[in-house]
């Protein structure tokens, strides 16, 4: 099945503490991104990649780093998380052309 | 950037018709209209997108008004599943898969049993 992937769901953690999120599709797609969610704010993108080893800086970068080695994979990395980055993150990916595939969402609780 | 405008929230029956509102009147020629909608819970999730035609496919209709200031999307039988936040989104023809998707707040569809 076609599918953008990302763990963890949930992850509740406290300020300061290294964290990875994955994210992994299995739909051979060039492009990636992460986007977070807050309300009242919508969806905001957070970093992109047009392929291997090409990222870029989305919408709000700040806190997060990225890599991308391998097509199918882009962890999306807080260094050192802090309460403000409490939110829903999403992963996208996309062919090229206009459709972009989500994740189902992960929910992270900096404490 | 062209923006669009939906209501917040809407209601329907279930099994009935939804025509789901969007208006856009500072889109240029060569925007494309996009709708994407998010289940609870759930990632958003791509649904339907046109240019000047009305556009159909299995999950729903896509109508554009003749100056493209507005668009419709239509729901032709809406189900306890179609209850989401509907967005409409204006993605210019030049844009490749590596520019964002800019979602508004989108409108709330509530389906009754």
């Known amino acids: 099945e076609a599918q953008v992937t990302q763990n963890p769901r949930y992850l509740i953690t406290v300020t300061g503490k290294k964290l990875t999120v994955t994210c992994s599709q299995n739909?051979?797609?060039?492009?990636m991104s992460w986007y977070r969610q807050d309300p009242g704010l919508g969806l905001r993108q957070i970093y992109y990649?047009?392929?291997?080893?090409?990222?870029d800086k989305g919408d709000v970068p700040e806190g997060y780093k990225v890599s991308r080695k391998e097509k199918r994979n882009f962890p999306l990395i807080l260094e050192s998380p802090s309460p403000n980055q409490t939110s829903l993150y999403f992963c996208?990916?996309?062919?090229?052309?206009?459709?972009?595939?989500f994740g189902p969402g992960t929910r992270l609780t900096v404490l | 950037d062209a923006k669009t405008t939906q209501p917040n929230s809407m209601e329907s029956n279930e099994e009935e018709p939804v025509h789901l509102p969007c208006n856009h009147s500072?889109?240029?020629?060569?925007?494309?209209i996009h709708w994407y909608r998010q289940l609870p819970s759930q990632g958003p999730e791509y649904v339907i997108h046109g240019l000047t035609s009305n556009v159909n496919n299995r999950m729903a209709s896509l109508a554009i008004a003749e100056d493209r200031k507005s668009s419709t999307l239509i729901l032709h039988r809406a189900t306890l599943r179609d209850a989401a936040v509907y967005y409409c989104?204006?993605?210019?023809?030049?844009?490749?898969?590596?520019?964002?998707?800019?979602f508004g707040e989108g409108t709330q569809l509530t389906v009754n049993p």
């Open positions: 989104i204006l993605r210019a023809l030049w844009e490749t898969s590596g520019s964002r998707l800019t």
């Open positions: 739909m051979n797609h060039e492009y």
């Open positions: 990649s047009m392929n291997v080893e090409v990222t």
């Open positions: 996208a990916s996309s062919p090229q052309g206009a459709t972009q595939y």
């Open positions: 500072t889109i240029s020629g060569t925007d494309y």
